[in-house]
Nanobody
Framework: QVQLVESGGGSVQAGGSLRLSCVAS????????MGWLRQVPGKERERVAHITTAPGSTYFSDAVKGRFTISRDDAKNTFYLQMNNLKPEDTAMYYCAAASSIYNCDFDYWGRGTQVTVST
């Protein structure tokens, strides 16, 4: 079992940057895929990014590709989402997530969320 806690959200002007962190407890080394989801009220949840264990493949949605990066530090039981050149469209509740399966990135653990607000 893995428990996830996000932090690093806040309010920022368009063009600014934020770094979200997610601390995993339990057995993070048993997870194959970790990543981030975001959701705006009234809209469907969107997968933003994920990263797998070695060889460390990554995924980014078209909306954030080139602006966001994802990384993980298993020694600290932590993974990150670096968000650069933020746009108002990035405003959402961001959730870190993990997949315990070694075969896919179907998330089965979610955090409680951290709010990101980007103003014009």
């Amino acid at each position: 079992q893995v428990q996830l806690v996000e932090s690093g959200g806040g309010s920022v002007q368009a063009g600014g940057s934020l770094r979200l962190s997610c601390v995993a407890s339990g057995n993070p080394y048993s997870t194959y895929c970790m990543g981030w989801l975001r959701q705006v009220p009234g809209k469907e949840r969107e997968r933003v990014a994920h990263i797998t264990t070695a060889p460390g493949s990554t995924y980014f949605s078209d909306a954030v590709k080139g602006r966001f990066t994802i990384s993980r530090d298993d020694a600290k039981n932590t993974f990150y989402l670096q968000m650069n050149n933020l746009k108002p469209e990035d405003t959402a509740m961001y959730y870190c997530a993990a997949a315990s399966s070694i075969y896919n990135c179907d998330f089965d653990y979610w955090g409680r969320g951290t709010q990101v607000t980007v103003s014009t």
